[in-house]
């Protein structure tokens, strides 16, 4: 490490405390005023600042000062800023200055000073609270940020439309998050270039506002190169995301735009669909929701369904007739392999109605993942119900909103156990005969060893290959050749 401090040492000069003019001298809201630096070097390695373990302000001569906050700091500016956050457990740059012009310029600094990584964890340049006016920036440096990483946020920020090109145009599939952005030609370029794409796009997020106006939001909306399409509510036209062509709509609607929307005649065309239920009126909006489960039920065409609740203050729980709906709309869509129930804060949960959606799904063919936030006491006593269902389907998961899946340590992972065993017993029907046959002799002499139920499940979905094997061991049975031959010389006689 000393070789490190040394190059941090010859990257940086302090401003000395009697050089340092008023709008130079770093005020953090915690911590005070700190010295200023400069930098000696124009081109240098960026993890020099990324890796910093201490505050740090550096002065460029653009009049901005950029606070170089380390990494689980919590400190900030005293005055509005600009967000850089390059690494996932790296420093944070927060720049400021007196004209959104420098501000973007010293952001395009060291944007450009980034390097192609693998880095999977998000990546964003945000505005602290208004909206900034980033056009400044030349567009080069968001092609590099995207060398970095996949996955990158924008928020509070004015872009022109030659950077909304460069973020059309990335090569490789990137995960693109809008956040309160504005778009200089209302998104006009951007779409435009998505048009052009001959590969997919990844996935493109809008929180709150789209920063499209409604030609172009149209035009978005009819894109198949588009993997997976987040987008927030849509007051005027709640119903109109659900006519996207991406693979995947993530939706934020509001219990308002349902109630207000024929949804007997409602098309949604993406087989995939998470739908997040936003509600700030009293009561449960039940007519609405029941209705659009219905439709759901009629449509039938969903694999992968995510449903939540999001209620800005507490108004009880789901009602049972809602649950049942739902129910039915798995029931009604045959080819559903995923179930998301999870929820964040603020969401209603699903704990006390875990019993009623376990004997409800308990027959669908399908369904293979079923995501829950909820408590253990929700399973049953012993985790009863849980167990239950895993014995009834051997093909269902059920897991919380990170994939780990729900276990008393015991008695469920036993299930578990045997419930793959299984599945891989039926996916052996498919196999040629000859080679099935030595595989579940294998397996008879492997796991299903000493293990009736095994063995019986095993034997039992391979009944043909059992009748064969009674059948070749009459033939081939040493009492059964003796008898042979004593019948050829009774014969002779």
């Known amino acids: 490490m000393p070789g490190h401090n040394e190059d941090r040492t010859a990257l ?38 990324l890796t910093c373990s201490y505050r740090m302000a550096i002065w460029r001569e653009n009049n901005t000062l950029t606070y170089v906050t380390p990494y689980g700091s919590n400190d900030l500016p005293e005055q509005e800023f600009l967000t850089l956050k390059l690494r996932e457990k790296g420093a944070i740059l927060r720049i400021t200055g007196r004209t959104h012009e420098t501000i973007s310029q010293t952001a395009a600094f060291f944007l450009n000073l980034m390097k192609p990584s693998k880095e999977s964890a998000l990546l964003a340049v945000d505005a602290s609270n208004r909206c900034l006016d980033f056009r400044a920036a030349p567009s080069e440096c968001l092609s590099r940020i995207f060398e970095a990483a996949q996955h990158v946020r924008f928020q509070n920020l004015q872009l022109s439309a030659q950077q909304s090109i460069t973020l059309a145009t990335r090569p490789h599939p990137v995960h693109l998050t809008f956040s309160n952005c504005e778009l200089e030609d209302e998104g006009t370029a ?85 739908l997040s239920i936003e509600h700030e009126a009293e009561g449960f909006p039940t007519q609405s929701v029941v209705t659009l489960f219905r439709r759901i039920t009629e449509m039938g065409h969903f694999e992968e369904l995510k449903i939540s609740f999001c209620f800005y203050d507490d108004y009880g729980y789901i009602p049972e007739c809602v649950v049942q709906a739902l129910v039915q709309a798995v029931i009604g869509n045959i080819n559903l392999q995923v179930l998301d129930l999870s929820t964040n804060e603020g969401d209603l949960k699903w704990d006390s109605h875990v019993g009623a959606l376990f004997q409800g799904l308990k027959d669908h063919i399908k369904l293979r993942s079923l995501k829950l936030s909820v408590h253990r006491a929700a399973f049953g006593p012993d985790f009863s119900d849980l167990r239950q269902l895993l014995s009834h389907n051997r093909s269902i998961f059920v897991t919380d909103e990170d994939g780990s899946i729900y276990s008393d340590g015991n008695l469920v992972d036993e299930l578990y156990s045997l419930n793959r065993f299984v599945r891989c017993c039926t996916d052996l029907a498919v196999k040629p005969p000859s080679e099935r046959l030595l595989l579940v002799a294998a397996a008879l002499m492997g796991r299903a060893l000493n293990e009736f139920q095994c063995s019986s499940l095993l034997l039992s979905e391979h009944a043909d290959l059992l009748c064969e094997f009674v059948a070749q061991y009459i033939i081939n049975r040493p009492d059964n050749v003796e008898s042979s031959e004593r019948n050829q010389v009774l014969s002779r006689d």
């Open 190 to 274: 951007f779409v435009d270039y998505l048009e052009k794409r001959t590969q997919s796009f990844g996935t493109l997020r809008f929180i709150n506002i789209t920063g499209l106006n409604h030609d172009n939001l149209q035009r978005l909306l009819q894109l198949e190169m588009i993997e997976r399409l987040c987008i927030h509510c849509l007051e005027d036209e709640g119903l109109l995301p659900f006519s996207t062509k991406a693979k995947y709509l993530d939706y934020d609607i509001s219990s308002a735009s349902l109630s207000k929307a024929d949804l007997k005649s409602l098309q949604i065309v993406p087989n995939q669909l998470a």
């Open 12 to 49: 940086f000069e302090v401003i000395p405390e009697h050089h340092c003019k008023p709008e130079q001298v770093a005020r953090w809201r915690q911590g005070g005023e700190t010295l200023t630096q400069i930098l000696l070097q124009t081109q240098f390695d960026l993890d020099e600042i």
